[in-house]
């Protein structure tokens, strides 16, 4: 099953992938979230934890001494008479002082199997966090792109905000030779302030963007965050059968998971095995003959064996319950590798897309920007209407906005391949 799952390609990108270098700021910002953020302080915490239970399993092969003091009053005292002699077999004041020990010498693996699941659930939390970080360094890295998309667009907006500003004082110069009316300095005065209010509107969302970048970061500086957006980008993954994805963080998690599911039911299967024990004690205590109020020294020593005879069936039933977690963890694996050939293939799909959109992008920029200069020179020139000169600012805006949005949409697409792919671009 796991052989069969790991059929997941990377070919002519796979080095790709890793080769490409990350912004500096944004490697700077990752790094920051992992000591900032709160789920990772608490699951280190938790590793630390984990650590502890393992030592505190493996005490089960460590002797166990303790201390024993008792004192105990006896009444009636029995006393046996022997013609005119008397004789007391047991001390009317009982005294016992010593130490008492017990160690574990064979359980038949039971004690190894708590250890060794123990030690899986230990590797599982350290997946765990590692899964975690990653995710929290992608979602770092997927507010930097929209920090810098929304920065871009405003970028967008200023240009256009001054290229309008322009063409009022145009409207307004052809207004006092009496080559305009009042209509086309209305409509230019109307455009332009539908552009300053769309950039307020991407200014509020960039504070925001912001604002979570420092939540996940505490960094309150994002000033130099403006992305080009050629990183990430890359190439389409092929599926094919290799193990290209282990590197995947969930698939790594869900792995283990199945692996600590099947120590488990070994460990199930080891607990109706028999223990042998060594015991000893020894101290100071009375009650010996000939003299049982005279406390002596003394001693014992042997071994004891526990052996499980019957509990209700509970070990038959824990390992049918062991045996379907195993068969879960199983099919969770199954769902994960499912999920992540889904993902490759639609992000494969909206990487090819872009780049094909992307390219049009380009061909209609450059022919709105032409569009647009020789609207302005004939429209100074009285040879078209304001409305043709509109029409092409127009073009040009949405021109300059879609390519930027393609852009986007290819480096968000590129960055989810890099997380599918396990690549640690902080590093």
Do not use: C
Request: hydrophobic share 40%; aromatic share 8%; proline share 3%.
């Amino acid at each position: 099953m796991k052989k069969i799952f790991l059929s997941i390609l990377i070919l002519a990108s796979y080095s790709a992938l890793h080769a490409q270098q990350a912004p500096a700021d944004l490697q700077t910002l990752v790094n920051l979230s992992f000591e900032h953020y709160a789920q990772i302080k608490a699951l280190a915490t938790q590793q630390r934890i984990a650590a502890d239970r393992t030592d505190l399993t493996k005490t089960e092969r460590m002797p166990q001494v303790n201390g024993v003091a008792s004192y105990t009053h006896l009444y009636p005292a029995p006393k046996l008479s022997l013609g005119d002699a008397s004789f007391q077999p047991f001390p009317s004041e009982n005294v016992n002082v010593g130490v008492s020990g017990r160690q574990l010498l064979l359980d038949f693996g039971k004690t190894g199997a708590e250890i060794s699941k123990s030690r899986g659930e230990q590797n599982l939390l350290n997946m765990q966090t590692d899964e975690a970080r990653e995710q929290l360094a992608y979602q770092v890295a997927g507010v930097y792109l929209n920090i810098a998309y929304l920065r871009n667009n405003i970028d967008v907006q200023d240009a256009n905000i001054k290229l309008l500003e322009e063409t009022e004082k145009i409207v307004q110069q052809r207004l006092k030779n009496g080559d305009a009316i009042d209509l086309e300095l209305l409509n230019t005065q109307v455009k332009l302030e539908t552009y300053r209010n769309r950039k307020i509107d991407y200014r509020n969302a960039l504070e925001k963007q912001v604002a979570n970048m420092q939540y996940l970061t505490g960094a309150k500086d994002q000033s130099g965050i403006k992305a080009d957006f050629r990183w990430p980008e890359s190439q389409p993954v092929l599926v094919a059968d290799t193990i290209a994805l282990t590197n995947n963080a969930a698939i790594k998690t869900s792995l283990e998971r199945e692996r600590v599911a099947e120590l488990e039911l070994k460990s199930v299967k080891r607990d109706f095995t028999p223990s042998l024990y060594l015991d000893a004690q020894t101290g100071v205590k009375n009650g010996f003959l000939p003299d049982v109020n005279t406390p002596k020294w003394n001693y014992n020593a042997g071994v004891s064996l526990a052996v499980p005879i019957f509990n209700g069936k509970r070990n038959k039933l824990q390992e049918n319950i062991a045996s379907k977690q195993v068969e879960v963890a199983k099919w969770n694996t199954e769902g994960v590798m499912d999920n992540v050939r889904k993902e490759i293939a639609q992000q494969n799909s909206d990487i090819q897309t872009n780049r094909e959109k992307l390219q049009t992008a380009d061909v209609l920029l450059k022919q709105a920007d032409r569009a647009l200069q020789l609207a302005q020179s004939r429209y100074k020139n009285g040879v078209i209407t304001y409305l043709d000169l509109q029409n092409a600012q127009t073009s040009l805006l949405e021109a300059q906005l879609s390519k930027i949005q393609y852009q986007y949409q290819l480096s968000a697409s590129s960055l989810e391949l890099l997380h599918l792919n396990g690549n640690q671009f902080w590093k």
